[in-house]
T-cell receptor, first 109, second 112 residues
Framework: GQNIDQPTEMTATEGAIVQINCTYQ??????LFWYQQHAGEAPTFLSY????GLEEKGRFSSFLSRSKGYSYLLLKELQMKDSASYLC??????????FGKGTRLSVIA | DAGITQSPRYKITETGRQVTLMCHQT?????MFWYRQDLGHGLRLIYY???????DKGEVPDGYVVSRSKTENFPLTLESATRSQTSVYFC???????????FGPGTRLTVL
């Protein structure tokens, strides 16, 4: 099976940088996704990591270490609109995507 | 309009009634998924489908039935609704199993 762990809640200040961690245990790792979900809305895709290292996409970056079973999502220059839940999701073997419980980020002024 | 849609968006029903939630996508994606999202549990997979006429159970399939006679539609039926099935239901689709999933807007279901 798979086990995914993320912090339940985080708070950060507008303009700052925040790092949301995701740790996992699995066999047959294929890739790791990050999704953003605003309250009352559907999840939307942010990033996909297959290989170790950092993938940068504007203010958002995602990092993966397969050997450590660890990923993080880095949000720079935080804006109020970044207040949302961030979902880590694991694709392993022949099984469908498994989502973590999500991290609710509150950005404060 | 292109995309993935769900209907109804909101539904209130009573225990024991049958309810069908609809999902329709216009991309001709092969894979479609049904999730439920509850506080404290995150997104949990109910059923998924790799193609028309091919469906598989996910993590929480009990009490649900799916069908996929056409690629673009993937209805989810609660045969006899229970209060524990009160939830927000999301449908999603993707071209490849390992690909980015595109989510519908969700259906908020309340079972009284």
């Amino acid at each position: 099976g798979q086990n995914i762990d993320q912090p339940t809640e985080m708070t950060a200040t507008e303009g700052a940088i925040v790092q949301i961690n995701c740790t996992y245990q699995t066999s047959g790792f294929n890739g790791l996704f990050w999704y953003q979900q605003h309250a009352g809305e559907a999840p939307t895709f942010l990033s996909y990591n297959v290989l170790d290292g950092l993938e940068e996409k504007g203010r958002f970056s995602s990092f993966l270490s397969r050997s450590k079973g660890y990923s993080y999502l880095l949000l720079k220059e935080l804006q109020m609109k970044d207040s949302a839940s961030y979902l880590c999701a694991l694709h392993s073997g022949n099984t469908p995507l498994v989502f973590g419980k999500g991290t609710r980020l509150s950005v404060i002024a | 309009d292109a995309g993935i849609t769900q209907s109804p968006r909101y539904k209130i029903t009573e225990t024991g009634r049958q309810v069908t939630l609809m999902c329709h996508q216009t991309w001709s994606h092969s894979y479609m998924f049904w999730y439920r999202q509850d506080l404290g549990h995150g997104l949990r997979l109910i059923y998924y489908s790799a193609a028309a006429d091919i469906t598989d159970k996910g993590e929480v399939p009990d009490g649900y039935v799916v069908s996929r006679s056409k690629t673009e539609n993937f209805p989810l039926t609660l045969e006899s609704a229970t209060r524990s099935q009160t939830s927000v239901y999301f449908c999603a689709s993707t071209r490849r199993e390992e690909g980015e999933q595109f989510f519908g807007p969700g259906t908020r279901l309340t079972v009284l």
